[in-house]
């Protein structure tokens, strides 16, 4: 008797793809078996509905990104550390999987993100708790956290939406210095 684990790892890579391409919405069950090279009905051995395989997808992967971030920021001495650390895992993840990045913070996030409870491990959240104690250190001029936090994500996310769209040739990885400067920019001066 098979597991099915790689039928099941490749129902969740066929997807990613297929949910960042189309949308989650516009993605059908018969789209990923087809895209998937099974059966429909392999499909329901693996997950109850196409809500259930998107949250799936989305809460284990964000909850796996957002304790990383979390155990990143604990190793290092100060705010500005901590942030680059965070960014610099950002960049990583689009270089090594532009998809899952994509699916997380681009496209599912905002469908799915509200689906998530206060007792999950949150990637802004963690963010804004590291913005918060540099403030609480005098690192950071105070401020509101969440506005500061903001302004972080949004110019990495900016930066993920450009390469996206090719429009620019460098990885995230190489832009990280430039990606932190400007992050530290914002918050930090």
């Known amino acids: 008797m098979r597991d099915g684990t790689k039928t ?21 069950i018969r789209d990923i078996a087809s895209a998937a090279g099974i059966a429909e009905g392999t499909m329901y051995r693996h997950y109850a509905s196409k809500d259930e ?8 992967n964000f909850t796996a990104l ?5 155990r990143l920021q604990k190793e290092q ?3 500005r550390e901590k942030i680059e650390a965070m960014i610099r895992c950002f960049c990583t ?38 913005i918060d104690g540099g403030m609480d250190r ?10 500061a936090a903001s302004m972080v994500m949004g110019i990495v996310l ?19 210095d430039t990606i932190v400067a400007a992050s530290w920019r914002v918050v930090g001066e």
Request: hydrophobic letters at 40%; aromatic letters at 8%; proline letters at 5%.
């Open 8 to 28: 099941k790892e490749s129902i969740d890579r066929t997807s990613l793809r297929l949910f960042v391409e189309k949308g989650v919405a516009e993605t059908t």
């Open 53 to 60: 395989l998107a949250w799936s997808l989305f809460s284990k």
């Open 66 to 70: 957002s304790r990383e971030l979390d």
């Open 77 to 79: 001495p100060g705010t």
């Open 93 to 130: 993840l689009f270089d090594d999987d532009p998809i899952l990045f994509s699916y997380l913070c681009l496209h599912a996030l905002h469908g799915q993100i509200g689906k998530m409870t206060p007792d999950r491990p949150h990637a802004m959240e963690v963010l804004i708790k590291v």
């Open 138 to 147: 005098g690192e950071i001029t105070k401020g509101n956290p969440t506005v």
């Open 158 to 176: 900016q930066m993920a939406t450009s390469k996206v769209y090719g429009r620019f040739d460098e990885s995230m990885t190489d832009l990280a």
